[in-house]
């Protein structure tokens, strides 16, 4: 009778072949991968991975360096900024493109066509765009304002603001129609039963359908910030990480280190703490979105 | 014959009359020009011109002579149009040593991304259709962390894929970056076509089975024919995401197979020899190119497929 009984392993075998590649990749890649960067990230390893552990030694040197500070500064501030402003702007535009108007496909068209751009092409134009001896700042110069300035590429003080600024106008496209779907998925009675009783428009959207669109909020905030945890293309198209070191981000400090400045330790460290801040984003998300959804 | 005809054009008759006694119907017909619309289309109007206005510096900019481009305002359309440009970004432009343009970069692109987006939606499809159909114990806790891993910044795996990838002797090669390019895009695609597996009707699946087809005859002969638009779906997603990756080209090919992005990057942002803007503009257009007639002639699907992109993020 044992002989008979099929073993278990081959059961639903095609599957299981089918599987092979997915499980390979999450355990291989992004379990394995992680770990061992992790682990590596404790030792010593300069222009090849060595096992020497060190301890916190890479970390403490990470915070201790200039260029990290200033990685994770321009980090928050163009996270933060990124985060309220493509927000704000995605819902704004979403909700005049949902009032039922006219040429609302040749709108959305035109809002969301930056964000099929890559990076790099984004970084370029706008390396350009503001260019201080052709850019936005000559042009306004020429119409007779000789003292306009606006050179941010070329000021360490607001170049992330520069950066910022090219970041917006390839993202919103996406944050508008994550936003859009989000009203459109709001009940249209909503919308009778605060005109039946009188609520102004903008008061229907504070107090009621914002609320609403909670989940949408989240999950459009979560899509933002671990684009932002990547961000890397852009700073490397648009500034270089420049003027001096003045617009380096966390990704930037990683590639560096590990692929140019052969001290792969600091590479590993730099790239835990990615890791580290990109867990505090996703873990208590995950429990809203899945932990939450179990308990109903 | 003609009755039918005369009997209609009565009842119509009649309710034109019941609606001129009942008086006017449905909402109240908005004026074209209120004060709302005016703020509406106004306000979208200048938000479009803004975006669309690097696209259009792109263009003009590209069009003129360096001379011009020094005279004058990067706004103003070009007065004398030249294609030179073009050809010197496609055909001549440097980067270190190489001088053949960016048609070197372009095709090392569409020999990265055609094979890239084959092999990614070929095992992501089997894949998702595996977990959609055909689940087995542990399935769901491999793709849960499939998609967690989706999250990992992609600095973390670089070098222990720089380790695996001199391993197999694949490190600075094409085939490499293609096996690179579909690892990364398996946590998405696989969602993507999992979810659509699973909107399929079952009962298909299951009269399948009863008449004793396969796992792959199910596949090839029922759920391929259905699943055209999520292929295509699939498609925009992958071709455009390879087609604009920086991260990977750089990290795993060497000079000679750059692809575009890395290459642009390289002849912009050189600083050796003299600025020529034209010329940069011109290639930045030219690598964007691609994902933007993707994007303009998929209209909708790229909504979708950004829209099933974004579950993930």
Known sequence: MAATRPIRLFRNLSAKIAAIPMILTAMVVFVGGTAWTVTYSFTSSKLLPKTKFVGLDQYERLWGTARWLISIENLLIYGICMMVLSLVIGFLLAALLDQKIRFENTFRTILLYPFALSFIVTGLVWQWLLNPDFGVQSVIRGFGWESFTFDPLYDARIVIYGVLIAGLWQGTGLVMCLMLAGLRGIDQDIWKASRVDGIPAWKTYVFIVIPMMRPVFITTLVIIASGIVKVYDLIVAQTGGGPGIASEVPAKYVYDYMFQGQNLGQGFAASTMMLLAVLVVVIPWAFLEFGGRKRV | ?313
């Open chain 2, 1 to 313: 014959m003609s009755d039918p005809g005369i009997l209609s054009a009565t009842v119509v008759g009649a309710d034109a009359a019941r609606d001129a006694l009942a008086g006017p119907r449905g909402p109240k017909p908005r004026r074209r020009f209120s004060r709302r619309n005016i703020f509406i289309y106004g306000t979208l109007i200048v938000v479009a011109l803004y975006y669309l206005l690097p696209l259009w510096v792109m263009v003009v900019t590209s069009l003129k002579g360096m001379p011009e481009i020094r005279m004058g305002n990067i706004f103003a359309p070009p007065v004398e149009i030249t294609f030179e440009p073009w050809v010197k970004a496609w055909a001549e432009a440097c980067t270190g040593l190489n001088c053949d343009g960016l048609s070197r970069g372009f095709w090392n692109s569409v020999r990265i991304t055609v094979p890239s987006v084959v092999v990614s939606i070929v095992i992501a499809s089997v894949n998702g259709y595996a977990l959609a159909n055909w689940r087995f114990k542990g399935a769901d806790m491999f793709f849960t962390i499939l998609i967690f891993g989706a999250f990992i910044p992609y600095q973390v795996m670089l070098y222990p894929i720089v380790i695996l990838l001199r391993e197999m002797g694949l490190y600075g090669s094409l085939t490499g970056l293609v096996m690179v390019h579909s690892i990364f895009g398996m946590p998405i695609l696989t969602l993507l076509f999992r979810n659509y597996f699973t909107s399929l009707p079952e009962e298909l699946f299951k009269a399948a089975r009863v008449d004793g087809a396969g796992f792959w005859q199910i596949y090839v002969q029922i759920m391929l024919p259905m699943s055209l638009p999520i292929f295509v779906v699939a498609m925009i997603l992958q071709v455009t995401g390879i087609w604009n990756d920086f991260l990977f080209g750089v990290v795993y090919t060497k000079p000679d197979l750059y692809p575009m992005t890395v290459q642009l990057n390289n002849i912009v942002n050189s600083v050796q020899g003299v600025k020529e803007y034209n010329v940069n503009m011109a290639a930045t257009l030219l690598t964007g190119l691609v994902p933007l007639v993707i994007y303009f002639v998929s209209g909708k699907l790229f909504v979708r497929g950004i829209a099933a992109g974004a579950v993930k993020g």
